[in-house]
Nanobody, 126 residues
Framework: QVQLVESGGGLVQAGDSLRLSCVDS????????MGWFRQAPGKEREFVAA????????FYADSVRGRFTISRDIAKKTVYLEMNSLLPEDTAVYYC???????????????????WGQGTQVTVSS
């Protein structure tokens, strides 16, 4: 059974940092691309960052590039999203996802991901 579990969200002030974690506690997706997405109230889910199966390729949304860092620990079956210099507009529910259809790709569209976590809330106050 597939189970992605996010953690690490919370309420912080602008300029603070958070690190989100996503553990693959079910089927092992350690060799597939993974991504982080977010959805703010009243808005569509948007791409944040993606990491290839071997961490060799990374890609970020323009809005977070230079502030967020995606990484993965194969042994721990965990993907991380380090978020620095947080802004109020970063407030959203953050989701991790796995793409099992194109193992060697680096997709940035939510439709290309087929397994999702339940999300973790990040709230940044000004």
């Amino acid at each position: 059974q597939v189970q992605l579990v996010e953690s690490g969200g919370g309420l912080v002030q602008a300029g603070d940092s958070l690190r989100l974690s996503c553990v693959d506690s079910g089927r092992t997706f350690t060799t597939y691309p993974m991504g982080w997405f977010r959805q703010a109230p009243g808005k569509e889910r948007e791409f944040v960052a993606a990491i290839s199966w071997n961490s060799g390729n990374l890609f970020y949304a323009d809005s977070v590039r230079g502030r967020f860092t995606i990484s993965r620990d194969i042994a721990k079956k965990t993907v991380y999203l380090e978020m620095n210099s947080l802004l109020p507009e970063d407030t959203a529910v953050y989701y991790c996802a796995v793409n099992s259809r194109t193992p060697r790709g680096l997709p940035i569209s939510s439709g290309e991901y087929d397994y999702w976590g339940q999300g973790t809330q990040v709230t940044v106050s000004s």
